[in-house]
């Protein structure tokens, strides 16, 4: 974990933090974020402390791995990365490569209100149900945001609709597994679940339904199918990715609570997951007000273009 702080004279200042996701996911980064601000509060008491939420458990035994996953993703990535197999019982926190940053691309934020949210909701419930689908999806705050977003990034890469789109987002372990692994728990205890499904399915009318269907569906199998069903294969479908796929990934977090971290001067006034540059995943996070979400997209400017026409007429037609 690294921190940077730059002052802008009588403007501000930034609270920059970059971590190794070997060691700590979203989760532990931001309590790190929410214990630090806590005892800044508290830099007149002697008797300063933690409170239980946000005091870190560093018990790594509280993680099992009864399937041997851990020799399998290793092995599966020192061969991705072109390492020597011998190294696969030599742990590295060696940083991977720099993935650079296009400088041709925009940054912008785009917003969810709650009722935005609810109308959107309201529509893929009456276009699920001309589906027939065996059991009802469950359109939380993150399915239904995750699908429009997916919608309107599809419509605006355009071109041919036979094209693969591979969607992905990390889901939380530490309540899933058995035993459950404290929410205090330092480290990193996020799985990944991907999916792959066409371009055309998404652009046509029905798409949000069937995107949104498809992402309830992913999470609620977790627990019917297993917390760990096909897992030993994903890393390796991961990097089978073809040229010509669009793949989307998700960064953050609606649950974080971002915006709720005060070091005594009140709430920041923006939070940015500048990773998104290099990777060109969605960045998600709650309002700073409350009411709704935020996305955090980065694109091309022609590409923005259309992909603000989308979002912005999706929403002026509910």
């Known amino acids: 974990m690294a921190l940077q702080i730059t002052l802008f004279p009588n403007?501000?200042?930034?609270?920059?933090?970059?971590?190794?996701?070997?060691?700590?996911?979203?989760?532990?980064?931001?309590?790190?974020?929410?214990?630090?601000?806590?005892?800044?509060?508290q830099l007149d008491k002697q008797d300063a402390f933690l409170l239980p939420e946000l005091t870190p458990s560093f018990d790594r035994?509280?993680?099992?791995?009864?399937?041997?996953?851990?020799?399998?993703y290793l092995k599966n990535w020192l061969n991705y990365s072109g390492s020597d197999i011998s190294e696969v019982n030599?742990?590295?926190l060696k940083v991977y490569e720099d993935l650079g940053v296009n400088r041709n691309t925009i940054r912008a934020t785009f917003k969810l209100s709650r009722e935005d949210i609810k109308k959107l909701r309201e529509i893929i419930l009456s276009r699920v149900e001309g589906t027939k689908?065996?059991?009802?999806?469950?359109?939380?705050?993150?399915?239904?945001?995750?699908?429009?977003?997916?919608?309107?990034?599809?419509?605006?890469?355009?071109?041919?609709?036979n094209r693969n789109v591979n969607f992905m987002f990390p889901?939380?372990?530490?309540?899933r597994l058995a035993p459950s692994v404290p929410a205090n728990y330092f480290g990193n205890c996020v799985f990944l679940?991907?999916?792959?499904?066409?371009?055309?399915?998404?652009?046509?009318?029905?798409?949000?339904?069937i995107i949104a269907k498809k992402i309830s569906n992913m999470i609620r199998e977790i627990d019917e199918k297993g917390l760990f069903?096909?897992?030993e294969g994903i890393l390796e479908d991961l990097m089978k990715m073809e040229a010509g796929d669009q793949t989307i990934g998700l960064a953050g977090s609606i649950r974080f609570n971002v915006y709720g971290v005060d070091f005594g001067w009140g709430r920041?006034?923006?939070?940015?997951?500048?990773?998104?540059?290099?990777?060109?995943?969605?960045a998600m996070a709650e309002c700073r007000d409350g009411n709704g979400v935020e996305i955090g997209v980065v694109l091309n400017s022609h590409e923005m273009e259309i992909f603000k026409s989308f979002f912005v007429s999706g929403l002026q037609n509910l």
Not at 18 to 25: E, F, G, Y
Not at 171 to 175: A, E, H, I, K, P
Request: hydrophobic share 40%; proline share 3%; aromatic share 6%.
């Open 90 to 92: 030599q742990p590295s």
């Open 61 to 72: 035994t509280v993680i099992k791995d009864p399937t041997g996953l851990y020799m399998v």
């Open 171 to 175: 889901v939380d372990y530490r309540n």
């Open 193 to 209: 679940l991907k999916s792959i499904i066409k371009a055309s399915a998404l652009i046509e009318e029905n798409g949000i339904a």
């Open 268 to 282: 920041r006034k923006k939070v940015e997951i500048v990773s998104v540059e290099k990777t060109g995943a969605i």
């Open 11 to 41: 403007q501000g200042f930034c609270i920059g933090i970059t971590t190794h996701h070997a060691i700590v996911d979203g989760s532990t980064a931001i309590t790190f974020m929410k214990s630090w601000a806590n005892l800044c509060t």
């Open 229 to 231: 069903e096909g897992a």
């Open 133 to 161: 689908p065996i059991k009802q999806p469950h359109l939380s705050t993150f399915v239904v945001t995750y699908s429009y977003v997916l919608i309107c990034l599809v419509k605006a890469r355009g071109r041919e609709g």
